[in-house]
């Protein structure tokens, strides 16, 4: 698992989504601890060591140990979902700059064939909404004001001038579907740079 993030650490650095410290990433060890990536070091730098143990209250299991500022955020999406296998966070130009140019709280998401990479979507006919929450430091009262949205599932979140969270069952298919997200945050970006 830790060599597991290790790697899509390398591959989202490859895709410039985690710039200097950014981003965060975890996977589930058992139904309840998660590894996650140690806070403020380089997410495409990482080592196994990198990777921590972690209770889904937030708590390390080694009280030493400085789990990821966000830790929070990825725990709240294991509890919420047993299935959810890992969380990646990253901070591309486009979210960020894409979630600071609308004041809107929503991304609203149509007609794109790749809307099919996510579960429970096999057709582009379907409008999928990804919630822009307002960033905040203290992660606990984020988290509370992000709870309501995440029933059902959305394909994945933004904070606004910040970045993006996907989710997915294993740490492979997590990566997918932050690429697709990606993708279809670009795609966006696009739009309105063309009108
Ligand atoms: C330098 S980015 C600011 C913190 C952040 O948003 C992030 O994703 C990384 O925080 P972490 O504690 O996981 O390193
Ligand atoms: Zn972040």
Redesign the pocket.
Known sequence: MACELVAIGGRMDANRW???????LSARIDRSTIG??????H?GRLEPADIIAVGLDGLAVDPTA??????LLHCQLYRMDPAIGAVL???SVEATALSLVTDAEELVLRDYEILKAFPGIGTHEVVARVPIFDNDQDIARLSMRIAPSLTPLPIGYI?RG??VYAWGPDVERCFWRLEALEFLISCECERRRML
């Open positions: 985690v710039p200097a410290s950014s981003g965060n996650i990536t140690r806070s403020g070091v997410k400085k789990p990821s500022a966000e830790t966070h990253g901070h904070l910040h970045g």
